[in-house]
C-alpha cells in the first residue's frame, strides 16, 4: 500500500502562489508517476500536472506557464507551485501516483482563489 499527505493548501488572493507538497510513503518501490488533479464543485476532477519517473512531465493548458511540477525522489515527495492564481484555479486539489498501473490518490487539499 501507499499513503499520500498532502500540504499546502489554503486562502490566497488573485495573483498569489502557493505549494503544494505531497509525500509519498508505504511500498513507494515502482511508481511511475506522481502528480496533481484537481475538482471543483459541479465539475469533473480534471489531470492538472504529472511527472514521470523518466523526469519528464505534463501540465495541463489552462495551468501552463504558472503551474510548475517538481519532485524529491529522496523525500519522495512531489510539489505544485502555483503562481499568477486565478479564481477559477478554486478547487480541492488531490496528489496522485500511478504504480504498477494503479492509481493512488490523497485526500485532497483545498486551494481557494479569492480577494
Known amino acids: 500500500q501507499v499513503q499520500l499527505v498532502e500540504s499546502g493548501g489554503g486562502l490566497v488572493q488573485p495573483g498569489g502562489s502557493l505549494r503544494l507538497s505531497c509525500a509519498a510513503s508505504?511500498?513507494?518501490?515502482?511508481?511511475?508517476?506522481m502528480g496533481w488533479s484537481r475538482q471543483a464543485p459541479g465539475n469533473e476532477r480534471e489531470l492538472v500536472a504529472q511527472?514521470?519517473?523518466?523526469?519528464?512531465?505534463y501540465v495541463a493548458d489552462s495551468v501552463k506557464g504558472r503551474f510548475t511540477i517538481s519532485r524529491d525522489n529522496v523525500k519522495n515527495t512531489v510539489y505544485l507551485q502555483m503562481n499568477s492564481l486565478k479564481p477559477e484555479d478554486t478547487a480541492l486539489y488531490y496528489c496522485?501516483?500511478?504504480?504498477?498501473?494503479?492509481?493512488?490518490w490523497g485526500q485532497g487539499t483545498q486551494v481557494t482563489v479569492s480577494s
Open positions: 496522485t501516483i500511478v504504480k504498477h498501473a494503479k492509481r493512488y
Open positions: 508505504g511500498s513507494i518501490f515502482g511508481i511511475n508517476s
Open positions: 511527472i514521470l519517473s523518466d523526469e519528464s512531465t
